[in-house]
Every structure is written in C-alpha cells, then in structure tokens.
C-alpha cells in the first residue's frame, strides 16, 4: 500500500511539473525488460560504452514540447543524465527502454551516463 501512495504522489507531481512548463527530472525511474518510452517522439539508443559514441543519434534534435526516450541496446545498465541536471532518465537495464521525458525548453542539453560518466551523447531542443 506504501508503494500505491508513493506512486500516486510521484504522478500527482510529475504532472504538477509538466503543467507548470518545468522540466521533469526523474531520478529513480528503473525499467524492467521492454518497459518504459512507449509513444516517445524520439527514441535515442543507448548503444554501450563507447564515449561520444555511446548514445545513438548524438547529437539529436527535437523540438520544445516533444518527448524523448532512451533504449539500452546494451547489456549493462546505463543512464542517460544531462550535466545541467535538466533531465534523468534513472537506471535503464539491458534491453529496456526508459520512460518518456517532455523536453520543455530549448538549448543545447550535453548528458552522459551517470554509472558510466565517459559514455557521452548530447540533446538539442529547438524552438518549432
């Protein structure tokens, strides 16, 4: 019942975030084999430890308002964590995708995996 109340809270909140135009960071969102990004705008691939290589496409570009989640295509678990803090998509494991996040303002968003810190991809969010 615990769980129930603190995932009707962690909603409830999400929801506040993205009604008030501010951008979600959700920093304890594990996925489970095949979970998670359904309806995505865009699907970034998490494709290993790779450095500037390790997200697929990188750099990609969305628009304001537009949601994107991250597929580990990879064995290990991984994140993908901008620097700034803007975003985090939690613990993504092996196969798994990630939750969709709405990217509610422009710029240039560098972020990396935060287990894995040389593993670096980068978002830009336009203004349509």
Same mark, same amino acid.
């Given at each position: 019942m615990h769980r129930l109340s603190h995932l009707i809270g962690t909603t409830s909140l999400l929801a506040l975030l993205a009604l008030s135009g501010l951008s979600c960071n959700s920093d304890d969102n594990p996925t489970g084999p095949g979970g998670g990004g359904g309806g995505a705008d865009r699907t970034i691939t998490i494709v290993g430890m790779n450095g500037a290589s390790s997200y697929s496409p990188s750099p990609d570009t969305v628009n304001v308002g537009q &949601?994107?989640?991250? @597929?580990?295509?990879?064995? =290990?678990?991984h994140t993908a964590t901008a620097n700034g803090g803007a975003f985090n998509t939690g613990n993504i494991g092996g196969g798994s995708t990630s939750a969709a996040i709405t990217m509610n303002t422009a710029g240039s968003f560098p972020? @990396?995996? =935060?287990?894995?810190? &040389?593993? &670096?991809? &980068?978002l830009v969010v336009l203004v349509p």
């Open positions: &949601t994107v989640a991250w @597929h580990n295509a990879d064995a =290990s678990t972020y @990396h995996c =935060s287990i894995h810190p &040389t593993m &670096t991809g &980068t």
